[in-house]
């Protein structure tokens, strides 16, 4: 299971998995993240490749942020995801008695 946050340093496109994140692949998803699913990589691979679009595709250039998300888990830009968590508070902030009325 993929639960927390965790901050990583990017270097020559390769990033460190954290320890409870591997083996892993990477895919592209929806949002501006890259999705990360278990795969058949070996249990042994600690780290990843991330391709210079896969960086450019979340914004990010040297540093990015894990978000455990239970069975996968996601790479973001850090200043990106705070700022999709901010706009998530302001809408839930902004709509809570609708959402909470049905």
Excluded: T
Aim: hydrophobic share 40%; net charge negative.
């Amino acid at each position: 299971m993929f639960l927390g946050e965790h901050r990583a340093s990017v270097f020559e496109g390769k990033v460190m998995l954290p320890k409870k994140f591997y083996p892993g692949m990477v895919e592209c998803s929806a949002e501006e993240c890259l999705l990360v699913i278990p795969s058949s990589l070996k249990k042994e691979e600690k780290e990843i490749f991330l391709s210079e679009s896969q960086l450019s595709f979340i914004g990010a250039e040297n540093k990015v942020l894990f978000v455990g998300c239970g069975s996968y888990f996601e790479i973001w830009n850090p200043e990106k995801f705070k700022e999709m968590k901010s706009e998530e508070a302001d809408f839930f902030e902004r709509n809570f008695e609708k959402l909470i009325e049905g």
